[in-house]
């Protein structure tokens, strides 16, 4: 069964952090750029970071850039999303998608998305 499920997000104190993982089955995941995106309450889905199937290159929407950091486990199949310095304003449902190309901190032609995990920084 090809899937993708997204796993790691929780309730997390302004401040801290998480590691959200994006495992794939089915496929391949080093064969597809990967993106994060995230959609608040009220609010459209919006890229948040972006790596590459061609040479692992990253990309970050400014709002995470530093505190963020996406990366490849081919081992594993697992794309990871590690979040440090969370704001209250991060709280989203986070999505994987595996798709042909990033552009910028974006995925495009995404064949596979994920269920999506939930991020809460509340105090």
């Known amino acids: 069964q090809v899937q993708l499920v997204e796993s790691g997000g929780g309730l997390v104190q302004p401040g801290g952090s998480l590691r959200l993982s994006c495992a794939a089955s089915g496929f391949t995941l080093d064969d597809y750029a990967i993106g994060w995106f995230r959609q608040a309450p009220g609010k459209e889905r919006e890229g948040v970071s972006c790596?590459?199937?061609?040479?692992?290159?990253?990309y970050y929407t400014y709002f995470v850039k530093g505190r963020f950091t996406i990366s490849r486990d081919n081992a594993k199949n697992t794309v990871y999303l590690q979040m440090n310095s969370l704001k209250s304003e991060d709280t989203a449902v986070y999505y994987c998608?595996?798709?042909?190309?990033?552009?910028?901190?974006?995925?495009?032609?995404?064949?596979?998305w994920g269920q999506g995990t939930q991020v809460t920084v509340s105090s």
């Open positions: 998608a595996a798709g042909g190309y990033c552009s910028n901190y974006v995925s495009y032609d995404n064949n596979y």
């Open positions: 790596i590459s199937s061609s040479d692992g290159s990253t």
